[in-house]
């Protein structure tokens, strides 16, 4: 995506009486928008070109939005909004915690769906590991290196160990402000931003995801400490080393 070029959307929608006015509304806006009403046809489009956002129902036959969000979130770095009928807050804090930017719950005014879009891909521009993408270095901390542009996170014992966007993005929060006690609202307000106060649940469970992948026991874990009253802490020298240093 360059200032020449427009936004590409992928529309990702199995109700054509939604998903057609919405992709003609977003093309008025001026936005490139190629549609798919299954999440087999959303990887084959994938596959030919890759999209600057994805806006993805959840409840789809066959393959939904959820489990196509997880496979984005552990195969590409691609800006996902979630579409949704529902309004239970378990399906929102599932869509976030597998890695999605945002969601919006149907039915939702388009104006606000466009102000989201582009939202979330000043975030993504943003972003730590897109603006110093110039730059080779990787986080060092108790053996462990997390390479924050491939997105690629390595134990004591050089093996790679599988990351979700989600997952990616709390551990970065703890190794930008280590041995710093963080609480809940911040590493949500940190991780995803708007409406943080709605998951705290969230935090939890992906505190347990990591601990499962960096701690020797997570019942008794020695890296990512809770503070009774506080919210978390990690408990490590944390260090930023290039490439040369390696």
Not at 93 to 122: C, H, N, Q, S
Not at 136 to 148: I, K, M, N, V
């Amino acid at each position: 995506m360059t200032q020449d070029q427009p936004i590409k959307l992928l529309l990702v929608d199995d109700e054509p009486t939604l998903r057609e006015p919405l992709a003609e509304y977003l093309a008025g806006q001026g936005f490139c928008v190629e549609q798919a009403e299954s999440a087999a046809l959303a990887r084959s489009a994938l596959a030919r070109e890759r999209p600057d956002l994805i806006l993805l129902d959840i409840m789809m036959p066959g393959e939904d939005g959820l489990s196509l969000t997880r496979h984005l979130a552990e195969t590409q770095r691609i800006p996902v909004i979630l579409l949704t009928a529902r309004g239970e807050a378990m399906d929102r804090i599932l869509g976030l915690e597998m890695g999605a930017d945002d969601y919006v719950v149907k039915p939702f005014e388009p104006r606000e769906l466009v102000a989201r879009i582009r939202t979330v891909l000043r975030r993504a521009t943003l972003d730590p590991m897109t603006a110093q993408a110039s730059e080779d270095w990787r986080y060092h901390f108790e053996g462990w290196q997390l390479d924050p542009l491939k997105r690629r996170l390595t134990d004591p014992e050089g093996t790679l160990v599988p990351i979700s966007t989600a997952e990616f993005r709390m551990l970065r929060a703890f190794l930008d402000y280590p041995r710093e006690v963080l609480d809940r609202d911040r590493l949500l307000d940190m991780v995803q931003g708007r409406e943080a106060h709605l998951f705290d649940r969230a935090v939890d469970n992906q505190v347990s995801r990591l601990r499962r992948k960096l701690e020797a026991d997570s019942r008794d874990p020695q890296l990512i400490l809770t503070v009774r009253g506080g919210g978390y802490r990690l408990a490590a020298d944390v260090s930023r080393v290039t490439s040369k240093g390696d």
